[in-house]
C-alpha cells in the first residue's frame, strides 16, 4: 500500500513563502518523476513543477524564478519551495508520483490527498 502524504500548506499574504513537503510511504522498489500539481476552483488540476530521479527539474512558465522543487531520495520525500507568492497561486496542491513497488511491476502513478495554499491579505 503506497500512500503519499502532503503537510505544509497555509494561508500567506502576498509576497510571502510557503514550503510543501509530500512524504511517500509504502511498499516501494523504486520511485521515477515526482511533481507537484495544482488546482484551484473551478478550473483543471495543472502541473506546477516536476523532478526526476536524476534531479532534472520542470516549471510551469507561471511559477519559474519563484517556486523550486526538491527531493530526498533517501527518505522518499519531495519538497516545494514556494516563493513570493500571489493571490493567483491559491489552490489545492496535490502530490504526485510515479513509481514502482517491485522490479518485475510496471510503473504506476499515485496522488496524494491535497493541501489547501491560500494567498490573500
Known amino acids: 500500500q503506497v500512500q503519499l502524504v502532503e503537510s505544509g500548506g497555509g494561508e500567506v499574504q502576498p509576497g510571502g513563502s510557503l514550503k510543501l513537503s509530500c512524504a511517500v510511504s509504502?511498499?516501494?522498489?523504486?520511485?521515477?518523476?515526482m511533481a507537484w500539481y495544482r488546482q484551484a476552483p473551478g478550473k483543471e488540476r495543472d502541473m506546477v513543477a516536476v523532478?526526476?530521479?536524476?534531479?532534472?527539474?520542470n516549471y510551469a512558465d507561471s511559477v519559474k524564478g519563484r517556486f523550486t522543487i526538491s527531493r530526498d531520495n533517501a527518505k522518499n520525500m519531495v519538497y516545494l519551495q514556494m516563493n513570493s507568492l500571489k493571490p493567483e497561486d491559491t489552490a489545492v496542491y496535490y502530490c504526485?508520483?510515479?513509481?514502482?513497488?517491485?522490479?518485475?511491476?510496471?510503473?504506476?502513478?499515485?496522488w496524494g490527498q491535497g493541501t489547501q495554499v491560500t494567498v490573500s491579505s
Open positions: 504526485y508520483t510515479v513509481l514502482r513497488v517491485r522490479r518485475e511491476f510496471p510503473n504506476y502513478a499515485y
Open positions: 509504502g511498499s516501494i522498489f523504486s520511485i521515477n518523476n
Open positions: 523532478i526526476s530521479s536524476g534531479g532534472s527539474t
